[in-house]
């Protein structure tokens, strides 16, 4: 059977998945590959239906359909995030690059356009997994937990971004991929070429320098660090960007 790393990160030997999508047709053919692919599958026809199964048992990354009766896709992504950390993909039959956007923005970490063939989903899913749970996945506890800069802390345990006051700022798994990735490497100059094997997701279309600075301006505008006179990720003219900051690791 051709599945994932072997061990959840909740300790089972199986990664558990939420499939959330009001089409009975499309529900079961997802569970149905998915399943092929080694996964233990749930599915929901609508928000209630996910929610109860989220507070049923644990589920490692949901698949969320964008078009639902009652709250839509994005209300359930926004509302999702400001309670769980949970990667997501989103599902939807519109093309147009402001709904992607919107989609990334609320907190989703990938996003597939209706109609797509069930196994490059099965390979997103793969690709989103492996970003999220690869490194918690092996005993390395002699590595930092957590990060701090500029009075911001990384949790790298939590996948959480809080401010000097101690508030959360929701992060997408790609924005807190990429801010990890800069502070290992502070100080030094980082080419869109090496940001983008942390930023994209291959397949994607939109796996080019332009995903880079679209998640450069979404992570600068959740740290408060203005595009056009930056401080904190700044722009190194012809070569890439630098995380402009003492990082002390605990």
Not at 19 to 32: C, K, T, W
Not at 102 to 107: F, H
Not at 180 to 205: I, M, W, Y
Request: hydrophobic content about 40%.
């Amino acid at each position: 059977m051709n599945s994932l790393p072997a061990v959840g990160p909740h300790g089972d030997n199986r990664h558990t998945l939420l499939i959330v999508d009001d089409d009975r047709e499309i529900r079961s053919l997802l569970a149905e590959q998915l399943e092929k692919a080694g996964y233990t599958v749930h599915t929901a026809a609508d928000g209630a239906g996910m929610f109860a199964v989220l507070n049923s048992g644990a589920i490692d990354l949901i698949i969320l359909d964008l078009n639902l009766p009652g709250e839509d896709g994005l209300l359930l992504c926004r509302e999702t995030r400001s309670r769980r950390n949970i990667p997501i993909i989103m599902l939807t039959a519109r093309s147009e690059p402001v709904d992607r956007v919107i989609g990334l923005e609320v907190g989703a970490d990938d996003y597939v356009t209706k109609p797509f063939e069930p196994r490059e989903l099965v390979a997103r899913v793969r690709s989103v997994m492996r970003r999220t749970y690869a490194s918690s996945a092996a005993p390395e506890s002699h590595l930092p937990r957590r990060a701090r800069f500029r009075g911001w802390i990384l949790d790298f345990e939590a996948r959480r971004l809080t401010d000097a006051k101690g508030r959360v700022v929701m992060l997408s798994g790609a924005e807190f991929s990429l801010l990890k990735f800069f502070v290992e490497h502070a100080n030094d100059v980082l080419t869109r070429e090496q940001l983008l094997t942390v930023a994209s997701t291959p397949g994607s279309a939109d796996s080019s320098s332009q995903r880079v600075d679209l998640q450069i301006s979404r992570l600068r505008h959740k740290l408060g660090d203005d595009a056009r006179s930056a401080e904190l990720i700044m722009t190194v003219r012809s070569h890439g960007y630098v995380l402009a900051a003492s990082v002390t690791f605990e």
